[in-house]
C-alpha cells in the first residue's frame, strides 16, 4: 500500500467534504470543503490498516482535513466541475429509452447516486429513478430539482384552512 501522494503536493478533491463527527467544532454534515478546492498533502497515514489518509490544508478556507485517497486527484489533473452531485435529486429533460425500450419519463425524478468522472469533458452520473435500474444519464439529460413529498390524502394538518368568519 503505498500513497499516491507526497507532502507538498497540490492536489483537489473531487467530491464535497462534509464533517463525520470527526471534525472538531463543526456540526455533523456540515460542508467543510467544496468539491474542485485544492489544497496540499501535510501528513500521510494510515486508518484502520488498509486505507491511507491525507491530511491536507486547503489553504483558501485555512482548515486541514483528512481526506481519503479516493477523494483525491491531482491538481493538475483534467477537472470539470459538475452540476450535481451525489444523493442531488435530479429530473430527466428528456424521455430515457434503451434498444426502442423506454426506461424513464421525461420529467421523472431520480437521485444521483455517483458522479462518473473521465478523460472527457462531458459528465455522466449513475441515477436511480423509481421503478427502473440504475442508469448512466449524461448531464445533459438532467436539471436539478427539489423533492417534493406528496402529503397523504388524509393530512388536513397540510391542507389550507378557510379563514374563519368574525363572530362564527
Not at 498533502?41 to 491536507?56: E, M, P
Amino acid at each position: 500500500m503505498r500513497p499516491a501522494y507526497d507532502y507538498g503536493d497540490e492536489v483537489r478533491v473531487i467530491r464535497h467534504l462534509r464533517n463525520d463527527g470527526t471534525f472538531p467544532g463543526r456540526d455533523r454534515g456540515a460542508l467543510l470543503i467544496r468539491r474542485g478546492s485544492t489544497g496540499y498533502v501535510r501528513d500521510v497515514g494510515t486508518f484502520l490498516q488498509d486505507q491511507i489518509i491525507y491530511s491536507v490544508h486547503f489553504v483558501d478556507q485555512d482548515l486541514v482535513v483528512g481526506c481519503r485517497e479516493q477523494e483525491l486527484q491531482a491538481a493538475s489533473d483534467f477537472w470539470v466541475e459538475s452540476r450535481f452531485d451525489t444523493r442531488d435529486r435530479v429530473r430527466a429533460t428528456l424521455t430515457l429509452a434503451s434498444g426502442g425500450r423506454l426506461l424513464v419519463e421525461e420529467g421523472s425524478i431520480g437521485e444521483v447516486v455517483k458522479v462518473l468522472r473521465g478523460e472527457r469533458e462531458l459528465l455522466g452520473y449513475h441515477v436511480q429513478f423509481p421503478g427502473a435500474n440504475l442508469l448512466q444519464v449524461p448531464e445533459s439529460a438532467l436539471e436539478a430539482t427539489e423533492w417534493v413529498q406528496e402529503p397523504a390524502a388524509n393530512d388536513q394538518a397540510s391542507a389550507p384552512s378557510a379563514p374563519s368568519e368574525p363572530g362564527a
